[in-house]
């Protein structure tokens, strides 16, 4: 059975999703705001490694158990009132193809289980809505000698 608008991923594909406490600026004052979102494999090996991360929280389960049609279903395993991320279908496709193309990664946590015992800090803040602003002091300055042929 093939679900959401990507027509390779199916309903029993693995995916992990996780509870992440980010930040919302707001007045100058930072949010606190609980998101879900989808662990692809790699960063999810990455957070069982013992990286700090923002990850409150991950679940093992299934793309049409996250995802029914092009609507995200909230894990009851997770507290009420919590938001999606941004793009949560297209990342949740991602992710899930993720775990296809390293099935060893479905093992860390079984569909139906919930691994808490990460690294959480919020020491380095995921602020959502940040803007970056670039500017010539930024650029890194070069030795006056780096493209000269000695």
């Known amino acids: 059975m093939t679900t959401g608008t990507a027509s390779s991923t199916t309903a029993e594909d693995y995916v992990v999703v996780g509870l992440a406490t980010c930040f919302i600026k707001t007045e100058g004052k930072l ?3 609980k998101i879900i979102e989808p662990i692809p494999s790699a960063a999810l090996e ?3 490694k013992g990286i700090p991360t923002s990850y409150e929280m ?3 389960t299934t ?3 996250v995802l029914q049609g092009d609507t995200p279903q909230q894990p009851t395993q997770f507290p009420a009132g919590t938001q999606f991320c941004d793009e949560f279908v297209e990342r949740l496709q991602a992710t899930a193809r993720s775990y296809a ?3 060893v990664a479905t093992k860390h946590i079984p569909v139906g289980e919930v691994k808490s015992d ?3 800090s919020t020491e380095r803040k995921r602020t959502l809505n940040s803007e970056r602003i670039v500017s010539a002091e930024d650029n890194v300055k070069q030795h006056s000698h780096t493209h ?3």
């Open 63 to 65: 793309y049409g158990a």
């Open 46 to 48: 990455a957070i069982l």
């Open 101 to 103: 193309t390293r099935p």
């Open 148 to 150: 000269k042929v000695l």
């Open 58 to 60: 991950a679940l093992g």
């Open 31 to 33: 949010e606190s705001v």
């Open 118 to 120: 990460f690294n959480f």
